[in-house]
């Protein structure tokens, strides 16, 4: 491993890199925000300062994806996977239909929660090396679930299905990588680690049309009314990691100049990538060209035997976190929001040099 005196390039999968000017900002906000004279860590949750800021965050949240007033965001804990459960609770009961999409890992995993809790759950399409491109959807599903990015599989939606059915999707690997239009979903949620933020707080997207679905759940700590009832303070939030978000909103917004802006940044450093991988003999991507993420590419090496010497050698050259997920052994390189141009140019440097020298 580096240290800091040498260039670091993180492409971890999550937590990974945050911008420079953000963590910047973070250290120097530490110790007095807001000019309350204490840190953003030591104030109460239901002081005007935190009560505020959780209401900024929502409202720079809905501004980048162009959300309407009455929609709304929530900032809860429990990762992603508590997602994968609350969302099932809210929006069907015991029995009912519920359709989804297995595009491996983390869709295997949503699909897990909704059977532990006894849903009558149909895969709609599967596909581990793409996105299935014919989808079987029921009629009186409650709702169509899918990954739109999949970190460990190296996969991504470009174009989401088109149904009556609400669909519902995790987009913690990609969520304001790239516009959507988010109103065409009943449900969004992501964690933060990846693309928006560190890890502590997931944001669940509910859409006013969708309030509707809501059930009523018990216990009432896993119902979504209750959060949008408390505005997010239902109990104690996760304060540093939605201050996180914040300073990452306004980086991307004031920075980058918005969501087009990083969708041509991450599109460049994907499209650089991948053009690499495709002229060398020794990487090989096994992802279908149209569906490969912007966000997490996947590759192997011909000759697997090589890859602890390039992984040892990455580490010794300051590429850090480019080891395939543990499910699937190979490479994977992880583009998220912060990591920039430049990082990928220095690593494709670097795996031009280590197959010259192989
Ligand atoms: C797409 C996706 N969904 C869900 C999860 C699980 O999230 P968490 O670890 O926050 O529970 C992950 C984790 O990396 C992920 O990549």
Redesign the pocket.
């Known amino acids: 491993m580096q240290t800091s005196e040498y260039p670091v390039h993180n492409f971890y999968?999550?937590p990974g890199k945050l911008p420079t000017s953000v963590l910047a900002r973070i250290g120097k906000e530490l110790h007095n925000y807001r000019s309350t004279g204490m840190s953003v860590v030591e104030i109460s949750h239901r002081a005007k300062p935190i009560v505020d800021l959780i209401e900024r965050t929502q409202q720079k949240f809905k501004e980048l994806l162009g959300l309407a007033a009455g929609d709304e965001v929530l900032f809860l804990q429990g990762?992603?996977?508590?997602q994968f459960i609350m969302l099932a609770m809210n929006l069907s009961e015991k029995g009912d239909s519920v359709d989804y999409v297995d595009t491996g890992y983390?869709s295997k995993?949503a699909i897990g929660a909704a059977l532990e809790l006894e849903r009558d759950v149909h895969i709609a399409g599967v596909s581990e090396t793409g996105i299935p491109k014919h989808l079987s959807i029921r009629e009186n599903a409650k709702y169509l679930h899918l990954?739109s990015?999949?970190?460990?599989m190296g996969t991504q939606w470009f174009q989401f299905p088109e149904t009556d059915v609400p669909l519902v999707a995790?987009m913690?690997?990609d969520i304001l990588s790239r516009s959507i239009q988010a109103n065409d979903f009943g449900l969004i949620y992501a964690?933060a680690?990846?693309t928006i933020g560190t890890?502590g707080v997931?944001a669940v997207i509910i859409p006013e049309k969708a309030r509707e679905q809501l059930l009523p759940v018990t216990p009432s700590f896993l119902s979504y009314a209750s959060h949008i009832e408390a505005a997010s303070n239902y109990h104690t939030p996760p304060v540093f990691s939605i201050y996180v978000v914040e300073c990452m909103l306004d980086w991307l917004r004031d920075e980058i100049g918005g969501v087009e802006n990083m969708e041509k940044i991450n599109q460049e450093k994907a499209e650089k990538l991948y053009a690499f991988i495709d002229q060398s003999s020794l990487f090989d991507c096994p992802v279908v060209k149209e569906d490969r993420s912007m966000m997490n590419v996947v590759f192997n090496l011909s000759d697997e035997g090589l890859t602890d010497k390039l992984l040892n050698r990455a580490d010794a050259n300051g590429m850090i976190g480019i080891k395939g997920h543990r499910s699937k052994g190979g490479l994977r390189v992880s583009l998220y929001n912060p990591v920039t141009v430049e990082d990928v140019e220095a690593l494709i440097q670097f795996l031009t040099d280590f197959e010259n020298a192989s």
């Open positions: 999968a999550g990762g992603g996977s508590m983390w995993k990954c990015n999949n970190t460990v995790d913690s690997s964690h680690q990846k890890s997931t």
